[in-house]
């Protein structure tokens, strides 16, 4: 019998038109490695995850997976197990052909690799992303019910490729607690997030009229952390105001965090939703709406 894990996954993946399959042998992981050299372009001698580590992940029964569309692949994902031993699954990349993203080919890898992981008794995946990346923080938090758990300032060194251009790399933690009922409502649709409007937030940090970051003071126990529409482009367009974000972002987000608060949504502009007092059962409940 097909458990509902796996018809979750099979239904993200005929929604996307891809097959997802976990990736061995050379030939299919190095096209893995040039689908990750073409998404983030890096600079020479140093490619997002090399081919022999990939090699030696697969083998040793990491995971290495991949979406296929006729034949081609367009997207893959490298994970590999962490503390405590067997029971927790790091997530380290996971990439898609620009030609083809926004075509639901995220979810079906996720769901694919939630269904693969709860097969080997994994209880929860863990990753990290770039807080300023809004479409990515929309889904982690409100499509997938992860929860983010650190915020890591500089977690690797500046990243010379074509989508960090060098800057900062500041990430989120993320924790996903997969095997929870919690996930099964948010991925199945059935899980209700909470907005900003009901829970009577107040902007901890918003936008201006010309895109700038603005910092607000407010003992609001909601409060929200905007971002900027597009992190990638304005890297390129104005790398001063993409730095006063990143600094933005890490004394309001980072900081609430630091403070034992909580993210309880994120909204589809990448806004995301903080509570800075969790504890009472209004709270509790929210959170587990949207975790």
């Avoid at 796996?6 to 096209?31: D, F, M, P, W, Y």
């Avoid at 479409?135 to 983010?148: D, E, I, Q, T």
């Avoid at 010309?210 to 482009?233: C, I, S």
Wanted: overall charge negative.
């Amino acid at each position: 019998m097909t458990s509902p894990n796996i018809s979750q996954a099979e239904h993200a993946a005929l929604l996307a038109r891809v097959t997802i399959e976990t990736v061995t042998g050379h030939a299919k992981l190095e096209q893995v490695f040039d689908l990750f050299e073409k998404v983030w372009q890096p600079e020479s001698g140093n490619p997002p995850v090399h081919r022999d580590m990939m090699q030696a992940l697969a083998h040793s029964g990491n995971y290495v997976a991949g979406a296929f569309r006729g034949g081609d692949l367009i997207g893959a994902s490298v994970a590999f197990f962490e503390e405590p031993q067997h029971r927790s699954l790091h997530s380290h990349i996971t990439g898609i052909l620009p030609t083809v993203q926004n075509g639901h080919i995220g979810l079906a890898l996720k769901l694919f690799q939630r269904a693969w992981a709860l097969e080997r008794g994994i209880l929860h995946v863990r990753w990290t992303f770039d807080p300023l990346v809004a479409r990515n923080a929309y889904f982690n938090v409100s499509k997938l019910g992860a929860l983010p758990i650190q915020y890591l300032p500089r977690f690797y060194a500046p990243m010379n490729d074509g989508l960090n251009g060098g800057a900062d790399s500041d990430r989120l933690l993320i924790d996903w607690e997969i095997g929870s009922s919690k996930v099964s409502d948010v991925v199945s649709g059935a899980g209700e997030v909470p907005t900003p409007e009901s829970l009577g937030a107040s902007e901890l940090l918003s936008v201006s009229e010309a895109g700038l970051p603005v910092m607000k003071a407010t003992e609001n126990r909601f409060v929200t952390v905007a971002t900027p529409n597009d992190v990638y482009a304005l890297r390129n367009s104005d790398p001063t105001v993409a730095n006063d974000w990143r600094l933005a972002v890490r004394d309001a987000l980072g900081g609430v965090l630091a403070e034992n608060g909580v993210v309880v949504a994120v909204t589809r502009t990448g806004k995301y939703v903080l509570d800075r007092a969790p504890g009472s059962e209004f709270v509790k409940a929210t959170v587990e709406a949207t975790s």
